[in-house]
């Protein structure tokens, strides 16, 4: 269905650090998106006429969704907990882009029905029930289904390294729920021996990032590494760290989304100050570090004013 996406590189605080741009993966999908759905967009589903899905109303994710369910002639109900007024006048972005696809987008609270019920149990109890033609997708397609297109990337990522016959190579990605990064983590460790996988928690802490891991994948040796900044960074918020940090890689020449990857690179920036600082390994014997570009830069439409506003 995709291409294989090509790997460029920039430079970095001084270092070579190549990025694999699944950002180019496809127009319609946010490119870490399109490896997880990437199961629905090859297989059929028959009997089934929509979609179910829930999380935020501007997340890649139901953008994404809404494009799968486009492209497979399928209506989406995508369940959300509350929808900000400011969402429900957007007119760029993905909540007003998925709109356009088509998407029903269900503002759970204002449900007669839901009697004190999560959004997940409002769709377990009241939507799934008596309806055997829906095919529910759990929160950034954090499910089994993922696996398929994520083992794909890592199949890609190992046929380069040997093209370019390096020694190691530390893969880096930041994590909402970790699905990608753990699967990914799970073919590279099972079918190379000098490729790592290197995460952060960009939703919730590295607790909670544990447990998504535990749950998608029993084995803790297949798990990625967890890097750690000591400090809190509350998902959506805005940091001026965080601002600085897209635009210099903007100025380095590739643009960057401002959710997860701002994070991602400050994790980056202490793997190369620990990779260079450690006893004895000459620059040679240190790792290629190669960063997952995983797309989202439709959410830099919404991002992008009110850092501005906010920063200048
Ligand atoms: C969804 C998303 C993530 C998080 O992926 P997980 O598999 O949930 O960890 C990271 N970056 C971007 C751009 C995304 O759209």
């Known amino acids: 269905m995709f291409a294989d996406t090509p790997i460029d590189s920039i430079v970095f605080n001084d270092q070579q650090v190549f990025v694999k741009r699944d950002d180019l993966l496809s127009k319609e999908f946010s490119g870490n998106k ?6 629905f967009l090859e297989n059929d589903f028959p009997g089934k006429t929509g979609l179910v899905g829930h999380g935020s109303p501007v997340a890649n994710s139901l953008y994404s969704m809404s494009a799968l369910a486009k492209l497979k002639g399928v209506s989406l109900d995508f369940y959300v907990d ?3 007024e400011q969402v429900l006048q957007s007119t760029t972005g993905n909540y007003a882009e998925s709109i356009a696809n088509g998407a029903n987008v269900i503002d759970v609270s204002k449900c007669e029905d839901r009697d004190d019920l999560s959004v997940i149990e409002y769709i377990q109890q009241k939507v799934l029930p008596d309806n055997e033609h829906l095919l529910f997708v759990p929160e950034g397609g954090r499910c089994e289904y993922a696996r398929f ?18 020694p190691m190579v530390h893969v880096f990605l930041p994590s909402g729920t970790g699905t990608t990064a753990v699967f990914l983590s799970e073919y590279l460790t099972l079918h190379s021996d000098n490729i790592k996988v290197f995460t952060c928690a960009c939703v919730g802490g590295d ?14 040796s297949l798990h990625p590494t967890i890097v750690d900044l000591g400090k809190k960074y509350h998902f959506g918020k805005l940091y001026k760290p965080f601002y600085d940090m897209y635009n210099q890689l903007l100025a380095s020449g590739i643009e960057f989304e401002l959710l997860y990857d701002p994070l991602g690179w400050m994790c980056v920036e202490k793997l190369i100050q620990q990779n260079t600082m450690m006893p004895n390994n000459s620059s040679s014997s240190a790792a290629t570090i ?23």
């Open 34 to 39: 399109a490896r997880k759905f990437a199961y």
């Open 82 to 84: 509350h929808i900000a």
């Open 149 to 166: 297109g994520v083992h794909k990337l890592a199949q890609e990522i190992i046929d380069w390294s040997q093209q370019q016959s390096l």
């Open 207 to 220: 607790d909670y990032l544990q447990l998504q891991f535990d749950e998608l994948l029993a084995d803790r």
């Open 290 to 312: 190669l960063y997952i570009h995983q797309g989202g830069l439709l959410g830099n439409e919404t991002m992008l004013p009110r850092y501005q506003r906010k920063y200048g």
